[in-house]
T-cell receptor, first 111, second 113 residues
Framework: SQQGEEDPQALSIQEGENATMNCSYKTSINNLQWYRQNSGRGLVHLILIRSNEREKHSGRLRVTLDTSKKSSSLLITASRAADTASYFCATDAGSGSRLTFGEGTQLTVNP | EAGVVQSPRYKIIEKKQPVAFWCNPISGHNTLYWYLQNLGQGPELLIRYENEEAVDDSQLPKDRFSAERLKGVDSTLKIQPAELGDSAVYLC???????????FGPGTRLLVL
C-alpha cells in the first residue's frame, strides 16, 4: 500500500514558471526522498531530506519538510520543458524498513 | 559507471504462460530491490535482497511469483503462470550497503493478453 499522497495529481505550467508539488504521509519517518520518472524510464533520485531538517536546496530544487503536519513540498524554480516528468515522494521509516512511494504528480512544462 | 541493467525492456505474453525478468545491479551494490509499478501509480516493493538473502519479501505473491539472486549479484524475477492483472512495469533498483538512495533500472514493461 502507498503511504504518501501527492497533490496535485497533475500540473501543467509554462516554461519559466515555478512548480510546487506536495506530499503527505501517515507514519513517522527517518527521511523523505523525491524521485523523478521520465516517460518509459526508471526513477531518478533528486533529493533527500532528513526528519530533523526543515528545508533543503539542490540547484533549482527546494524541498521542505514539516514533520508536525507529516507533509513535504518540492519546488522547481524556473521550470524547463525538460522537467516534464512524474515526480514521486518516498518515505523511509529507517531501521531497514522499505521505501514507500506516493502515487506521484505528473508535471507538464509547456515551451 | 554503468547503471542498473534490466532485460527484456518489453514482453508480451499470453495469460498462463511463464515469464522471467533479469536485473544486473550497479557494481558493488549489495542491496537489490524488485518493484511493481502499475500505470499512474508509484512503485510498490515486491522483494528486497541483502546480498543473496531475501530480507523483505512480504509483498511478493508467492503462489505465482519467485525470485532469486544467486551469488549476490544478478537477480531474476519469475511469474508462473502470468495473469492479466500482472500487466505492469517491473522495476529493479540497487543501493550500496547502508545507502539510503536507490538507483533504478529502466524497467520491464509486461503485457499479459
Amino acid at each position: 500500500s502507498q503511504q504518501g499522497e501527492e497533490d496535485p495529481q497533475a500540473l501543467s505550467i509554462q516554461e519559466g514558471e515555478n512548480a510546487t508539488m506536495n506530499c503527505s504521509y501517515k507514519t513517522s519517518i527517518n527521511n523523505l526522498q523525491w524521485y523523478r520518472q521520465n516517460s518509459g524510464r526508471g526513477l531518478v533520485h533528486l533529493i533527500l531530506i532528513r526528519s530533523n531538517e526543515r528545508e533543503k536546496h539542490s540547484g533549482r530544487l527546494r524541498v521542505t519538510l514539516d514533520t508536525s503536519k507529516k507533509s513535504s513540498s518540492l519546488l522547481i524554480t524556473a521550470s524547463r520543458a525538460a522537467d516534464t516528468a512524474s515526480y514521486f515522494c518516498a518515505t523511509d521509516a529507517g531501521s531497514g524498513s522499505r521505501l514507500t512511494f506516493g502515487e506521484g504528480t505528473q508535471l507538464t512544462v509547456n515551451p | 559507471e554503468a547503471g542498473v541493467v534490466q532485460s527484456p525492456r518489453y514482453k508480451i505474453i499470453e495469460k498462463k504462460q511463464p515469464v522471467a525478468f533479469w536485473c544486473n545491479p550497479i557494481s558493488g551494490h549489495n542491496t537489490l530491490y524488485w518493484y511493481l509499478q502499475n500505470l499512474g501509480q508509484g512503485p510498490e516493493l515486491l522483494i528486497r535482497y541483502e546480498n543473496e538473502e531475501a530480507v523483505d519479501d512480504s509483498q511478493l505473491p508467492k503462489d505465482r511469483f519467485s525470485a532469486e539472486r544467486l551469488k549476490g549479484v544478478d537477480s531474476t524475477l519469475k511469474i508462473q503462470p502470468a495473469e492479466l492483472g500482472d500487466s505492469a512495469v517491473y522495476l529493479c533498483a540497487s543501493s550500496p550497503a547502508g545507502g539510503e538512495t536507490q538507483y533504478f533500472g529502466p524497467g520491464t514493461r509486461l503485457l499479459v493478453l
